[in-house]
């Protein structure tokens, strides 16, 4: 966020404020994925949340992976692949069920005094390799 979805708090955190741009850079077994975030800016020193939703057309199951590449300021901070059901704080649960289905991510942002650009890149994979969703994450900090 995306070693896992929570490498954006550690990002993140090295900035004073910022307001987060997402967007889907892929999608597969998630249609019509939305990105939402109840923080209308996201500061050093304070708890963010986002949260990714859709329509989920094949279980999600133990084995599935996600893989998230972050840079700060262009420099390769974060290049990790994780279990997605098992990295800490993570809101999947093994399996999931398809249909309607919606997890939020609740990140702790460190203090941090120094300004930068956050880009977040998260591949969400199901065990066999393919593709669940794929979102970025930007801010300007």
């Given at each position: 966020?995306?070693?896992?979805?929570?490498?954006?708090?550690?990002?993140?955190?090295?900035a004073l404020a910022g307001?987060?741009?997402?967007?889907?850079?892929?999608?597969?077994?998630?249609?019509?994925?939305?990105?939402?975030?109840?923080?209308?800016?996201?500061?050093?020193?304070?708890?963010?949340?986002?949260?990714?939703?859709?329509?989920?057309?094949?279980?999600?199951?133990?084995?599935?992976?996600?893989?998230?590449?972050?840079?700060?300021?262009?420099?390769?901070?974060?290049?990790?692949?994780?279990?997605?059901?098992?990295?800490?704080?993570?809101?999947?649960?093994?399996?999931?069920?398809?249909?309607?289905?919606?997890?939020?991510?609740?990140?702790?942002?460190?203090?941090?005094?120094?300004?930068?650009?956050?880009?977040s890149t998260s591949n969400?994979?199901?065990?066999?390799?393919?593709?669940?969703?794929?979102?970025?994450?930007?801010?300007?900090?």
């Open positions: 966020m995306l070693a896992r979805i929570v490498v954006i708090a550690a990002v993140v955190a090295v307001v987060p741009t997402f967007g889907i850079c892929g999608t597969g077994t998630l249609q019509n994925p939305v990105i939402t975030t109840s923080d209308a800016e996201w500061k050093a020193g304070t708890t963010v949340h986002f949260t990714i939703s859709g329509d989920l057309t094949s279980p999600i199951e133990s084995g599935s992976k996600l893989i998230n590449l972050a840079k700060f300021s262009g420099t390769v901070v974060e290049d990790t692949t994780q279990d997605l059901c098992s990295f800490p704080n993570t809101p999947f649960t093994c399996p999931t069920a398809a249909g309607v289905n919606s997890w939020t991510f609740s990140l702790d942002l460190p203090a941090i005094p120094f300004a930068g650009k956050l880009a969400f994979n199901n065990a066999d390799g393919s593709t669940i969703v794929c979102m970025t994450a930007d801010v300007q900090l």
